[in-house]
């Protein structure tokens, strides 16, 4: 058990509390991004369920074959995650390989997991679900189309032609799928349903439930979580999986026994990229912390590292328009913190990215909308917001001493989580949030004190 984990403390812990009988049902996997905490769940999923005691990886029993393809009927995956860069890593992964059975099955459990989040037991009487449902059967019919043709041998010409072409197919409707229908929230009405469903007797041994992203959690679906953890069913667990275990509530962590997952070294890093995706080479650079986020990353249309020159030209083009608006209204002494935050952002947009600031509201937002592939890749979006953060903290260290730049900064925080939220939370088009976020942030930059917006 646990096999498919490689050099983490924390799973050594989980192995020793289910041999010595002493695994809790309720469950806390924390620890940084990529380290390791989605696998332990999925697989803990697994040998809770596993008619072998001992609950090998390859266990051949018809429960640990549902549970690796995502399919048991005893389990449900809620929560949002990154799903758009290991689709699209695994999907090179199976190009590469296209004779390994693990490669195949790598591409196929990857869009599994973004398809278990619906579950029609969580959306049932959703009416949002009929919107998303011509997508979700495509691409599902695409992924039986493919795992037909994958362990099918040997092909024709045409079969593999087609087999070839499926891999992008099936990564542009997952994209599709997790933009229109993925939240960064998990709702109240879903955890109600899964209570539902937790009460009803499991098809084999144990149901479990599993969580990600589970600091993202709002009051109510907290308060709804909470009504199961204080009177569990006996053949109910539940996995809480997140990177932020300081903004889940205190009620909900008194009552899951935590395991805390540390970050890997650069070597098992290496070597869990290798054993997964079949990869050697691997740039030297670190970007984010973590060479496996990294290396899913960097398949993805939008590089992270492209978003900086693009945020800094949006940030940029906020302070000339609000500039332009001031001196309009014949205002002739610009605030110092407009000055600054100009002074900061555009000399990077102009050296890195699209140039010169605009002060045309249409042609900055199709210009940031161009440069980040429209915000097809979900993920991107709140990265975009966090290189805003990131300027307005250069901004603070460089001009920390300007009167009004920690009002704008103060400011700056909140319209950013509000553009997050409307996105991420209630679907918001990322150009029409952006849009509103340009209109709000260059009207609060161009008041006569920044103060009265506070």
Not at 287 to 294: A, C, Q
Not at 348 to 365: L, N, V
């Amino acid at each position: 058990m646990f096999e498919n984990v490689l050099n983490q403390d924390a799973v050594n812990q989980i192995r020793k509390d289910i041999e010595t009988e002493r695994l809790a049902p309720s469950v806390l996997f924390s620890g940084p991004p990529s380290s390791g905490k989605g696998t332990a769940a999925l697989e803990l999923a697994r040998i809770l369920s596993c008619q072998n005691s001992l609950a090998p990886w390859n266990c051949e029993c018809r429960d640990c074959g549902q549970h690796r393809l995502l399919s048991h009927p005893d389990l449900i995956i809620m929560g949002g995650r990154n799903f758009s860069a290991e689709i699209a890593a695994s999907a090179d992964t199976f190009l590469r390989n296209q004779n390994s059975a693990a490669s195949r099955h790598l591409f196929i459990r990857s869009v599994q997991k973004l398809l278990a989040r619906f579950n029609p037991i969580l959306w049932e009487d959703d009416s949002k679900i009929n919107k998303l449902n011509e997508t979700i059967i495509k691409l599902t019919e695409d992924l039986d189309d493919f795992q037909q043709l994958a362990a099918s041998s040997p092909l024709n010409e045409k079969d593999k032609a087609a087999l070839e072409k499926l891999p992008a197919s099936i990564a542009a409707k997952a994209y599709k799928l997790e933009n229109d229908g993925i939240t960064n929230t998990v709702p109240a009405a879903q955890i109600r349903r899964a209570s539902a469903w937790s009460r009803l007797s499991p098809a084999g041994k144990r149901k479990v439930l599993i969580i990600e992203q589970a600091d993202a959690m709002q009051d109510a679906s907290s308060n709804s979580l909470l009504k199961i953890l204080e009177e569990p069913p006996e053949y109910f667990s539940i996995i809480l999986i997140t990177s932020f275990p300081g903004a889940i509530l205190p009620t909900l962590l008194s009552r899951l026994r935590p395991y805390r997952f540390s970050q890997r070294d650069e070597q098992t890093e290496r070597e869990v990229i290798r054993r997964v995706f079949r990869a050697e080479e691997i740039n030297t650079v670190k970007k984010s912390g973590n060479r496996i986020t990294d290396y899913l990353d960097s398949f993805l249309p939008t590089q992270s590292n492209d978003l900086l020159p693009l945020a800094s030209y949006f940030a940029a083009s906020i302070a000339a328009s609000a500039l332009v608006n001031l001196r309009r209204n014949g205002v002739n002494e610009i605030p110092e913190y407009i000055l600054s935050l100009g002074k900061y952002s555009a000399p990077i947009s102009e050296s890195q990215g699209p140039g010169r600031p605009s002060t045309d509201t249409k042609t900055i937002i199709s210009t940031v909308m161009k440069g980040g592939n429209n915000f097809e890749v979900r993920s991107m979006f709140p990265v975009f917001l966090k290189y805003q953060t990131e300027i307005i903290s250069g901004v603070m260290k460089e001009y920390g001493n300007i009167p009004g730049v920690s009002a704008l900064a103060s400011v700056w925080g909140k319209k950013l989580k509000d553009a997050e939220t409307g996105v991420s939370t209630f679907n918001q088009n990322p150009g029409a949030a952006l849009e509103r976020l340009f209109i709000e942030l260059k009207e609060t930059l161009a008041s006569r004190s920044i103060k009265e917006v506070l």
